[in-house]
Every structure is written in structure tokens, then in C-alpha cells.
């Protein structure tokens, strides 16, 4: 079945530091991809989204590039901030239309201190 | 603005007790999905409906069942409580043919003592 691998946490960054956090893949057919963040108290909110190879979501500084030869859907942040601390999670949803109960990862908790 | 409501933010039960936990989205959307989010576990989904009256079994669905009489309430039952039930509870809605994003409720955290 499809599911979602992301590198398990928690990151602890300082102020402006670079971010990677990985996220792997297995699916059948073309899933949409999709990076979700949750803030804490809050519920989950798309932070951004891919929907076929070789394209790039962005949004609010962070970028990820759907890579169909690695199966990955990296999320990376330049210079994070501290109101970026949060939890992200990877997921994908097997159909197009992204319709489809989404498969997340575990999730990966960043706090980022000044 | 967009807005999937949960009935409860935090609730309590005693284990054997029914819980109701009710979902309202009103953004006209035919799916609804309610999922549970566990430390190290992410959110495993428990059921979703694709419209009034229809429902499917997500990955966890034992001990819960759901109920979706009208297109903007989606209802997840406990049917009896048990301890291992205690979990954030999480409900989602999305459009058919809409731009991809899930709508999440803020979420309920429920604790059966």
C-alpha cells in the first residue's frame, strides 16, 4: 500500500538556520504530494502542495520538489524563523484529484530558538 | 472564510461511556474524513464519507463508527469507550474536483479515564 516515510525528530534549529526535512514515498501510480504544518493548539494546515514530477510547491519561504526517480518530497527553508516552529507532515493522496484520504507521515517537530 | 468546526476542543469520558464527537464544515464539500493523530504515530485515518449517508472504513476504523445525515455534519461514535481511545481526534473536508487542499478542524483531545 502507499505510505510516507519522514526523518523523525524533533530538529532543533537557531534562528536563520537552513532546513531540510526528508520525506520518502511509496505509491502506485502518481500521487499528489502534499506538505502540511500544524501549529501548536491548532489543526493541521497545508503549508504546500505537488501534483506531478518535476514540480516545485512554495509557500511562506519553505519550497519541496516533487523527484519521481527518488521518491521525495524534501521540504527546505532558507533561514527559519522562530514562529516557524511547529510540527510538518508529509502526505501523500493516491489520486489526482487529491480527493482521496490523505497518507501521512509521523510528522517532524521543529522548534527553532533565537 | 473556510472553517471545519469540531463540537469539542478537549473532552473527558469514563471508559464504557458512548461518545459523540460532531463535525461541521460549511464550505458545501461532499468528503469528510475524520483521522487520529498519536505521538509518533502521525494521523492514521478511521473513516471517510464521499456523501450523505455513505461511509468507508479508513485503516483504524474498529470500536468507532460514524454517522453523515446531512452534507455539512459528519459524526465519529465511540460506541464504548476504552482507554486506548485516548487520542486528538481530527476532522478534515475537501471538495470533489477542488484544488487539493484538505480543510482540518482544530481538533478534539479526547481522554477516556
Known amino acids: 500500500g502507499n505510505s510516507v516515510t519522514q526523518m523523525e525528530g524533533p530538529v532543533t534549529l537557531s534562528e536563520e538556520a537552513f532546513l531540510t526535512i526528508n520525506c520518502t514515498y511509496t505509491a502506485t501510480g502518481y500521487p499528489s504530494l502534499f506538505w502540511y504544518v500544524q501549529y501548536p493548539g491548532e489543526g493541521l494546515q497545508l503549508l504546500l502542495k505537488?501534483?506531478?514530477?518535476?514540480d516545485k510547491g512554495s509557500n511562506k519561504g519553505f519550497e519541496a520538489t516533487y523527484r519521481k526517480e527518488t521518491t521525495s518530497f524534501h521540504l527546505e527553508k532558507g533561514s527559519v524563523q522562530v514562529s516557524d516552529s511547529a510540527v510538518y507532515f508529509c502526505a501523500l493522496s493516491e489520486r489526482s484529484s487529491g480527493n482521496t484520504p490523505l497518507v501521512f507521515g509521523k510528522g517532524t517537530r521543529l522548534s527553532v530558538i533565537a | 472564510d473556510v472553517k471545519v468546526t469540531q463540537s469539542s476542543r478537549y473532552l473527558v469520558k469514563r471508559t464504557g461511556e458512548k461518545v459523540f464527537l460532531e463535525c461541521v464544515q460549511d464550505m458545501d464539500h461532499e468528503n469528510m474524513f475524520w483521522y487520529r493523530q498519536d505521538p509518533g504515530l502521525g494521523l492514521r485515518l478511521i473513516y471517510f464519507?464521499?456523501?450523505?449517508?455513505?461511509?468507508e472504513k479508513g485503516d483504524i476504523p474498529e470500536g468507532y463508527s460514524v454517522s453523515r445525515e446531512k452534507k455539512e455534519r459528519f459524526s465519529l461514535i465511540l460506541e464504548s469507550a476504552s482507554t486506548n481511545q485516548t487520542s486528538m481526534y481530527l476532522c478534515?473536508?475537501?471538495?470533489?474536483?477542488?484544488?487539493?487542499?484538505?480543510?482540518f478542524g482544530p481538533g478534539t483531545r479526547l481522554t477516556v479515564t
Open positions: 505537488a501534483t506531478k514530477a518535476d
Open positions: 464519507s464521499y456523501d450523505v449517508k455513505m461511509k
Open positions: 478534515a473536508s475537501i471538495g470533489t474536483g477542488s484544488a487539493y487542499e484538505q480543510y
